[in-house]
């Protein structure tokens, strides 16, 4: 097991499915799962980042595996969780993360072509994984994390599905929580403010120096006038995967330094 700096170790012999855990709070959650003794697996479509999550995972002694999934085409969806299933006999976590951003104005109609994939990736995706996912999930009990979004209690302008996909999280959240009760498996959602990740310094002419210069803003939208690290998010999700969270079900946690107002960025 690799070195883990937090000093607890809550996930010894789990086995830890994160969708989008390549990257950015997806590989934050990987990161720390697999520290606290949890074999992770990175779901995801981006064959060549996860496969360097993996490899790094693996380098300090953790556990991973990488499962390619689109969210967006439900044959590559039920074509994961079978490939789950054949390898693994339980699943005690579930990280519902990967989404992507699209921008387009109601009034022009320019949101048309991101309905599709937006709903597709970050909300029918989500609940199919799950679907197919919950025969591994009761057989010892399970925790599931839904990632909703701070957009999702704001609204912004240009942003609407995203938006509305995040704020639909936390219903879906609950009913989850209801369906699943019964199966010893718990279902919270967490809210992130506005996070450094790849999503906003990685499209950057040079993405080190925009994530530097991210790291070091100050905002006036959250009380601690900073943005986040995806280790922050990462805490809270674990948090809330462990035992320690054993009472808490139909949640959803904001993590966003005290963030109120319009958004930011």
Known sequence: MQTNPWGTIRF???????????SGIGRAIANRLSAEGAHVIIADNNAEMAHETVAKIEAVGGKATY???????????IAAARAVTEKFSALHVLVNNAA?????????GAWLPN?????AIGLRGWVLITQHLLPLLKQEGAAIVNLSSEAGFLGRPGQWIYDAIKAGLVSVTKTMAYE???????????????????MHYG?????????KALEELTISSCIMKRLAKPEEVAAAI???????????????IHVDGGRWGMSVG
């Open 12 to 22: 010894t012999d789990k086995i830890a499915l994160i969708t989008g855990g390549a």
């Open 67 to 77: 499962i390619e999934v689109d969210l967006a085409d439900d044959e590559s969806v």
């Open 100 to 108: 992507i951003l699209r921008t387009g104005k109601i009034e022009d």
């Open 115 to 119: 309905w599709e994939p937006e709903t």
């Open 180 to 198: 699943f009760v019964e199966y010893g498996i718990r279902v919270n959602a967490v809210a992130p403010g506005w996070i450094v990740t790849e």
């Open 203 to 211: 499209g950057a002419s040079d993405p080190a120096a925009q994530k």
């Open 238 to 252: 674990t948090f809330l995967l462990s035992d320690d969270a054993s009472y808490i079900t139909g949640q959803t």
